[in-house]
């Protein structure tokens, strides 16, 4: 069993930056392939960026392209979000989920999910 914790989130301006962690505990996280998502009221919940277990593949929403990395740190089992040039259309509650079998942009092909954490970009 894999537990999932996010922080980072936060208020910030239009064009501001925020840079998201979340900590695993539980599992072996570098066998891990890792993801975040992102939930708006009254929308579903949508992709934005996954990972390898290694680090070595990368794969972004086009909505995010150019403004988001994603990054991870296996010796400290934690993925980070660095969000810049952020926009009002980003706020969201951010999840980040760990699949055990592949880098996927498929919600309901993640096996464990954080609780969540809250990023406003006001305009």
């Known amino acids: 069993q894999v537990q999932l914790v996010e922080s980072g989130g936060g208020l910030v301006e239009a064009g501001g930056s925020l840079r998201l962690s979340c900590t695993a505990s539980?599992?072996?996280?570098?066998?891990?392939?890792m993801g975040w998502f992102r939930q708006a009221p009254r929308k579903e919940r949508e992709f934005v960026a996954a990972?390898?277990?290694?680090?070595?593949?990368?794969y972004l929403a086009d909505s995010v392209k150019g403004r988001f990395t994603i990054s991870r740190e296996n010796a400290k089992n934690t993925v980070y979000l660095q969000m810049n040039s952020l926009q009002p259309e980003d706020t969201a509650v951010y999840y980040c989920?760990?699949?055990?079998?592949?880098?996927?942009?498929?919600?309901?092909?993640?096996?464990?999910w954080g609780q969540g954490t809250q990023a406003t970009v006001s305009s």
């Open positions: 990972i390898s277990s290694s680090g070595g593949y990368t």
């Open positions: 539980g599992g072996m996280f570098s066998t891990y392939h």
């Open positions: 989920g760990a699949n055990r079998f592949r880098t996927s942009d498929v919600a309901r092909e993640y096996d464990y």
